[in-house]
């Protein structure tokens, strides 16, 4: 067995740049524990360690500040990301806690990303709310289980975000929160002198947004409006019942100069309009997908579309859904749990591929959630593969994944990609590297793609 001490010896041997890389896939704990076996791994290793940080309990993050404050210079200089959940209800060990992480804020000078998982919770506390407010490094804020406090928190920001999320909104309120959030008028009595929204929002590229209103009544020129630089947009609708007969508005569609990405539902993106270079319907219900997305998808007109797969679908959604889409090169279809239930795959086999035959689609990924492992058997996947490559003229490259998405969306399985070749009823497929195959999605997710919507092999692989 190889001793420690040779073990340390040969880590610091390594050249600077590959031991930072090599200490950057340590998870947090287990860096500070490296950080202590040499003073050459010291900076690095601690470097790590403390950039990114998980509160999950009052007494760790009592722990977690009595350490950092401790050594405020050598310490809190490295901090960058920090996740905190300390209960769903305001209560003394919480308040314990507060004065401590407020200390730790201030005293952060270079804290990126902020993530309250219970934002509401947390924000009732004043000084922790100002501490939040004051920071000014900050370029992604994310608070789960928002209302009133927390939007207010986000409009009187001092930093210059690039990404928010407000997800889970509550339901106290909600009108005076939606309201809050989105444009408000300036004689409102939420809306404070130091409001920063119309300045600061600007900054803000990346958005993820849920809400709780009437879907006839989403306010999608105010979402634009009040976030007029996305690129990136994920949005939800929880759809409320109101009691009153109220009449439905004419639909007036909104929509920015261009988003490089969309996600959301027909229902809560049926208001934007395009262009969107990829898009992600997240609808499993297949008489709204049937009713809406079609109407959807021609109006996003994207270059990438990524759907979830109806239990029951026909042939006639998938048309509706996709032929009036003219730019739809790029095709992404998920599967929920074939591995649990295989006769979704056989609907997908039986229905999609002859669907899509007219389309000019040029590459098509198949998400094959197989939570059994080892149940979609590669002689399957492979001959989907040719069974899409038949059907579809214009194919050129085909994606199955079959495994699972991790809780950080890291996907675990199998990827195999899969090259069309031959033409007519002689076409086949030929297995192709993942690195090949990344390149390809790449390139077909890129500027590039988008203003040519060639896949010319001469753009992709450039002579060297």
């Given at each position: 067995?190889?001793?420690?001490?040779r073990?340390t010896?040969?880590?610091?041997?390594?050249?600077?740049?590959?031991?930072?890389?090599?200490?950057?896939?340590?998870?947090?704990?287990?860096?500070l524990?490296?950080?202590?076996?040499?003073?050459?791994?010291?900076?690095?290793?601690?470097?790590?360690?403390?950039?990114?940080?998980?509160?999950?309990?009052?007494?760790?993050?009592?722990?977690?500040?009595?350490?950092?404050?401790?050594?405020?210079?050598?310490?809190?200089?490295?901090?960058?990301?920090?996740?905190?959940?300390?209960?769903?209800?305001?209560?003394?060990?919480?308040?314990?806690?507060i004065?401590?992480?407020?200390?730790?804020?201030?005293?952060?000078?270079?804290?990126?990303s902020?993530?309250?998982?219970?934002?509401?919770?947390?924000?009732?506390?004043?000084?922790?709310?100002?501490?939040?407010?004051?920071l000014?490094?900050?370029?992604?804020?994310?608070?789960?289980?928002?209302?009133l406090?927390a939007?207010?928190?986000?409009?009187?920001?001092?930093?210059?975000?690039?990404?928010?999320?407000?997800t889970?909104?509550?339901p106290?309120?909600r009108?005076?929160?939606?309201?809050?959030?989105?444009?408000?008028?300036?004689?409102?009595e939420?809306?404070?002198?130091?409001?920063?929204?119309?300045?600061?929002?600007?900054?803000?590229?990346?958005?993820?947004?849920?809400?709780?209103c009437?879907?006839?009544?989403?306010?999608?020129?105010?979402?634009?409006?009040?976030?007029?630089?996305?690129?990136?947009?994920?949005?939800?609708?929880?759809?409320?019942q109101?009691?009153?007969?109220?009449?439905?508005?004419?639909l007036?569609?909104?929509?920015?100069?261009?988003?490089?990405?969309?996600?959301?539902?027909?229902?809560?993106?049926?208001?934007f309009?395009?262009?969107?270079?990829?898009?992600?319907?997240?609808?499993?219900?297949?008489?709204?997908?049937?009713?809406?997305?079609?109407?959807?998808?021609?109006?996003?007109?994207?270059?990438?579309?990524?759907?979830?797969?109806?239990?029951?679908?026909?042939?006639?959604?998938?048309?509706?859904?996709?032929?009036?889409?003219?730019?739809?090169?790029?095709?992404?279809?998920?599967?929920?749990?074939?591995?649990?239930h295989?006769?979704?795959?056989?609907?997908?086999?039986?229905?999609?591929?002859?669907?899509?035959?007219?389309?000019?689609?040029?590459?098509?990924?198949?998400?094959?959630?197989?939570?059994?492992?080892?149940?979609?058997?590669?002689?399957?996947?492979?001959?989907?593969?040719?069974q899409?490559?038949?059907?579809?003229?214009?194919?050129r490259?085909?994606?199955?994944?079959?495994?699972a998405?991790?809780?950080?969306?890291e996907?675990?399985?199998?990827?195999?990609?899969?090259?069309?070749?031959?033409?007519?009823?002689?076409?086949?497929?030929?297995?192709?590297?993942?690195?090949?195959?990344?390149?390809?999605?790449?390139?077909?997710?890129?500027?590039?793609f988008?203003?040519?919507?060639?896949?010319?092999?001469?753009?992709?692989?450039?002579?060297?």
């Amino acid at each position: 067995m190889t001793s420690p001490t040779r073990s340390t010896g040969e880590l610091l041997s390594l050249n600077k740049d590959v031991l930072e890389e090599l200490v950057s896939f340590l998870a947090s704990p287990d860096a500070l524990r490296l950080s202590m076996t040499a003073r050459g791994l010291r900076s690095i290793a601690k470097r790590r360690s403390l950039a990114d940080i998980r509160l999950r309990s009052t007494e760790r993050a009592t722990l977690f500040c009595r350490y950092m404050l401790a050594d405020i210079p050598d310490r809190l200089r490295w901090l960058r990301r920090l996740e905190i959940h300390l209960g769903t209800f305001y209560e003394e060990r919480i308040s314990l806690a507060i004065p401590g992480l407020v200390r730790v804020l201030a005293h952060a000078p270079s804290l990126k990303s902020l993530t309250f998982d219970d934002a509401e919770v947390m924000l009732e506390s004043g000084i922790l709310a100002a501490a939040v407010r004051m920071l000014t490094t900050l370029e992604e804020l994310n608070l789960r289980k928002y209302g009133l406090l927390a939007v207010s928190t986000v409009r009187r920001l001092c930093s210059d975000l690039r990404k928010l999320s407000l997800t889970g909104m509550l339901p106290t309120r909600r009108h005076v929160v939606l309201t809050t959030l989105l444009c408000p008028p300036k004689h409102s009595e939420h809306i404070t002198d130091d409001d920063q929204a119309a300045v600061r929002w600007k900054s803000i590229r990346e958005l993820e947004l849920e809400v709780a209103c009437p879907t006839h009544s989403i306010p999608h020129q105010a979402i634009v409006d009040s976030f007029p630089n996305l690129i990136h947009f994920q949005f939800n609708v929880t759809d409320v019942q109101t009691n009153a007969d109220i009449p439905e508005p004419a639909l007036t569609r909104a929509g920015w100069p261009h988003l490089d990405w969309m996600g959301g539902t027909p229902l809560s993106l049926g208001g934007f309009k395009g262009p969107v270079k990829c898009l992600r319907l997240t609808e499993e219900r297949p008489g709204i997908l049937h009713e809406h997305g079609g109407a959807v998808v021609k109006d996003l007109d994207p270059v990438m579309l990524c759907v979830a797969m109806p239990p029951e679908p026909d042939s006639q959604v998938w048309k509706q859904l996709v032929e009036r889409s003219h730019r739809l090169r790029y095709l992404r279809i998920e599967l929920s749990n074939s591995g649990e239930h295989a006769a979704e795959l056989d609907e997908m086999r039986a229905y999609v591929p002859a669907a899509l035959g007219d389309l000019d689609i040029v590459c098509i990924g198949v998400d094959i959630t197989d939570l059994q492992g080892g149940v979609v058997f590669s002689p399957l996947v492979e001959s989907l593969a040719l069974q899409l490559a038949q059907c579809i003229d214009t194919l050129r490259y085909v994606c199955i994944r079959a495994g699972a998405a991790s809780a950080d969306y890291e996907w675990h399985g199998k990827i195999t990609w899969w090259r069309v070749i031959g033409s007519n009823e002689g076409r086949q497929v030929k297995n192709v590297t993942t690195g090949l195959g990344t390149y390809v999605d790449n390139y077909l997710t890129s500027v590039d793609f988008e203003q040519t919507l060639s896949l010319d092999d001469a753009l992709l692989f450039p002579a060297s």
